[in-house]
Every structure is written in C-alpha cells, then in structure tokens.
C-alpha cells in the first residue's frame, strides 16, 4: 500500500471527530483516542504527539469499525468489553449496568459508617464493582454478591478470579436467613417514569433496563427490598442504598416504615444526594 492511501493518527482523529460530533455524541475526542489507542496499543500522548504515524491497515479497518459502534451511541465501555472501577478493571457486557463514578463513593462511605462489618452482601451486584470493591477494603468479611440475571453474574464472576466473592443468584434477598448480615448495600434501579423518558440514547438504548427503571416514582425496588434488608440484617446492622435526588424523600420514609433508625442521606461529590443510610435498631 503506498503513502497516498495510508492514514496518519491525527487525520483519522480529526475525521472521526467531526463525525462524531455531528452525530451528537459524548465526548468525541476521548472516544475518538481511546478507539486508536485500543487498535494500536498507542498511549493518548503518542496518539496527540506524534499525528502523522501512519495507521497499520488493519487497525485502520478495526477502528473504521469501532467508529461506527461508536457513531450509533454505543457507549465506549460496551465497545472496549472493559470499565475502571477504582484500581479495578471491570469486563463489562450489555448484561450489566456500567459502573459509575459515584457509585465509587459508595465503597469510602461504608467504610466510614461500618468499619467492622465481618458479614456483608451486596444485592443486585451486576459487573461485580461494589463487592470486589467491598472485599478490598473488608481483606477479612465474608462478602456475598447476589444478582437476579445468571448473565449478570456470570460477568460478577469473570470478574473474581481469585473466587474472593460468594455469588449466588437470587431474587433480591428472597431466601436469605434472618439476622445473618452485619452490612447490606445496593445500587437498585431508581430511575422514574419520566427520567427513563429523556435518557441519553447511550444509556436507554444498551445498558439493561430492569438495572435502571424504578417505576413510575422510582422507588419499586426500594419497596421490596428494604424490608428484606431490614429481616437479613443483625441488630444494629446497617445498609447503605444508593439513590438520587428524586427519590430521596421516598426512601427515607420506606426505611422508617421499615423500622430503621439513625437514618440519613448523603451527597456525592457534586453535592447531591447519593446514599441513604440506616441502622436496624436492637430488639
């Protein structure tokens, strides 16, 4: 192949992101470089500092191919099979919910407020972000990882080589013992009605919708899975439940009625609120 139909970096990048841009899509400039840096093995600084390398023929036709995923919003972790999750990398598939930043609060805060759970679950695990993480920061818990979808856990468990997690299938904590767990959390799906509406196409129309809808007023799963939380905790357990602004209000008066006390929301880095916590009192 000669010079005249070989593609340097910069030009590929300059193309691909003008495409995506016209296409609406996120962020085209980092799409654009990671796709380069996956079919090349190039680093983003080689990819910026050196534009006029020429492109290898068949990793032009594999980010040709990458783009066009990429043009129809598919987002980049689906198309990468991979997610950074704290100092973890996840493979993720469209059989899970991709992990989210804030979600990696999570993990600090439940450090904070439960600094000596030796038994925890995770309920509704998909990728296997939070109790990998969990088990991370508790070397010495016992952490279970539950998901209803043998898909989804199926990738929990690609994701635990070293089996550090106990994974078991299960309809929320649908046939969990009484008293048997000192820290329950969960990142349930709380979108409302009209949230699910105006989602970005990247979100609505490839990652799992039963790890986003919440109903009508977002809160469906919070309804069936708090008390369960409330019957598996010990006395004086605690749970951590990720949430949002729209639901807020709603799931703390699902914990009250469910008979927890101490409870309390709290914000995310962007000063929103994030987490609702409590405490299963004594008796």
Known sequence: MNDSTMVGLGDWLKRA????????????????????????????????????????????F??????????????MAYILGRKEFRNITLKVTPAVLIPRPETEELIDLTQSI????????????????????????????????????????KVAQSNDPDRRISWVQSDWL???????????VSNPPYLTHDEMESLDPQVGEYEPISALTGGEDGC?????????????????????????PSV???????????????????PDWAGRARFATGERPNG
């Open 220 to 244: 469906d799963a919070y309804r069936v899975l708090v008390p369960q939380i409330a019957r598996c905790l010990k006395h004086r357990g605690k749970t951590v439940l990720e949430i949002s």
């Open 17 to 60: 992101m003008g495409e995506l841009e016209a296409a609406g899509v996120e962020s085209p400039g980092l799409s654009g470089r990671l796709i380069l840096s996956e079919v090349t093995g190039f680093s983003s600084a080689k990819i910026l500092g050196f534009p006029e390398i020429f492109i290898p023929p068949d990793a032009l």
């Open 174 to 184: 649908a046939g969990f013992d009484r008293d048997r767990f000192d820290l329950i």
């Open 114 to 153: 439960c600094p000596d759970a030796s038994t925890m679950v995770d309920v509704g695990s998909g990728s296997g972000c939070i109790p990998l993480s969990l088990s991370e920061v508790f070397p010495e818990s016992r952490v279970v990882g539950t998901d209803f979808s043998q898909k989804a856990l």
């Open 248 to 266: 807020e209000n709603q799931v703390i008066q699902i914990l009250g009625e469910s008979g927890f006390v101490h409870i309390r929301t709290h």
């Open 62 to 75: 594999e980010a040709d191919v990458l783009l066009e995923r990429r043009l129809r919003h598919e987002p």
